[in-house]
């Protein structure tokens, strides 16, 4: 059992000595107050779905957070539940009161960093993915190793024996999810328009798109540079913090924040486009994160204003570069913090049917998450998994030929889940399928699983 620390340092106003939460950043007791318990809700959340329990629901955890600020302890339990939360944001579509449990969850993740203590093996496994994942160095080691985990024949013979999911289920979640390596396409600094220059732009290159999927960032370089913007690409970027806020590490996502921000503004960019889901979704709520910082708040608030999702960016410029046919037939999968996050759910589809020959259908119980939710499926592997199936058994059930998502993390969950099934169907981001189009590439050239 953990235990839970002694509330240290000022007690807001209101609040009992003792409680939950402590003084910086809480969860807004206002905002608690906007839910109504209505329920509408519940069937659009993955750990409802799965497990029919209150408390793993958005309002269940809303009363565990307005239990922490009427003075209930933060205990274990409370803790495995706002643990257990997706992130995935449906509940804020689907909500009719317009409850921001966004921000509620995210506030609630910082206090549960601070104020208790996981079992070792949980601190130990949290410690060792954000002493990798957030850092592209790093990565790019393991790409090494992981080539001739691959290349052997050893992931094959691992995944097959279930051994490995026997005995560290945890581990067997990375090893499984671990994409097939392409070659790593370096990028030069700047990629200069295609035609008269329309626009300035930043490109994001992220961290786990950068090196476990780097055609995704030389397919949107082309695609910007083809519709007329001189893409800039800062060579010092690091990591945006996204994988940090959504996971309560406040401190840490600072530091990434506004180490981002000083790159893109010494870049002079007139817009930051990102193509990657969670990243574009904290980088948006930048000004939040940093609306205590003296320093960076205003720049903060700027910066934020000129984040934009590369298909929302798009859709807005409007095309000029050709479209060649696909004939292919695309489900659409909505990463979570996209569609939910962001609102970004018509401009994808927008730009995929305006490729000649293509056939966009939609996926059933598209609301509900792939599972992916940036590091919960190696926290939480069996959930996962079955969110994972779900997901998969969904997409399939459309009969396309090729998945399109934006993000990273949809795509490696969804492929472990297909090739789990059998099925076989191409995966590809958004931008590759409008990169092939405007390369004339045949659509065989797409997301060979």
């Not at 239990?67 to 302890?73: A, C, H, N, Q, T």
């Not at 993915?129 to 160095?137: S, Y």
């Not at 530091?255 to 948006?284: H, L, P």
């Not at 509900?368 to 998969?392: Q, T, V």
Request: glycine share 10%.
């Amino acid at each position: 059992m953990t235990t839970t620390p002694e509330h240290t340092g000022p007690v807001p106003l209101g609040m009992p000595a003792g409680g939950a939460f402590d003084s910086h950043r809480p969860p807004s007791a206002a905002l608690v107050g906007d839910c109504v318990h209505c329920g509408f809700c519940l069937p659009t959340c993955p750990t409802y779905a799965l497990w029919g329990e209150e408390m793993d629901s958005p309002r269940g955890r809303i009363y565990l957070m307005k239990s922490g600020l009427e003075g209930e302890p933060m205990t274990d339990a409370m803790t495995q539940h706002f643990d257990a939360c997706l992130g995935c944001m449906s509940c804020v579509t689907a909500c009719p009161s317009g409850v921001q449990y966004d921000r509620l969850i995210e506030a609630t993740r910082a206090q549960v960093e601070r104020r208790h203590d996981r079992p070792p093996a949980d601190t130990m496994l949290r410690a060792a993915i954000f002493a990798l994942f957030p850092h592209k160095r790093r990565l790019r080691l393991l790409r090494g190793p992981l080539r001739a985990y691959q290349a052997s024949g050893l992931q094959r013979a691992v995944r097959r024996s279930g051994l490995l999911e026997r005995v560290a289920p945890r581990l067997a979640a990375m090893a499984d999810l671990a994409p097939r390596l392409t070659r790593r396409e370096r990028l030069p600094e700047r990629v200069p328009a295609v035609g008269r220059r329309r626009a300035v732009v930043g490109l994001l290159t992220g961290c786990v798109q950068g090196e476990f999927f780097p055609g995704v960032n030389a397919a949107t370089a082309r695609v910007l540079a083809a519709e007329g913007c001189d893409v800039l690409i800062p060579g010092a970027q690091g990591c945006c913090g996204a994988l940090s806020v959504h996971n309560g590490r406040e401190e840490e996502a600072k530091r990434f924040a506004r180490r981002t921000i000083d790159d893109f503004e010494a870049a002079g960019v007139d817009t930051v486009v990102v193509n990657a889901a969670g990243c574009g979704s904290s980088m948006k709520e930048y000004a939040d994160l940093l609306s205590d910082d003296p320093r960076y708040a205003e720049r903060a608030r700027a910066f934020s204003g000129r984040v934009r999702d590369v298909a929302e960016f798009l859709a807005a410029l409007g095309p000029v570069a050709e479209r060649h046919p696909l004939d292919v037939s695309v489900a659409y999968h909505d990463a979570c913090h996209l569609g939910h996050a962001q609102g970004v759910r018509a401009q994808p589809r927008d730009l995929l049917r305006g490729i000649p020959g293509l056939q966009l259908r939609e996926i059933p119980e598209a609301e509900l998450c792939c599972g992916s939710a940036g590091i919960w499926n190696i926290l939480f592997p069996g959930p996962a998994r079955e969110l994972g199936d779900r997901k998969a058994r969904n997409i399939a059930s459309t009969g396309a030929s090729l998945l399109v998502t934006a993000n990273p993390g949809c795509l490696l969950q969804v492929a472990s889940s297909l090739q789990r099934q059998g099925a076989r169907i191409g995966m590809a981001h958004t931008v590759e399928v409008l990169d092939a189009s405007i390369r004339g590439l045949p659509a065989g050239a797409l997301g060979a699983l």
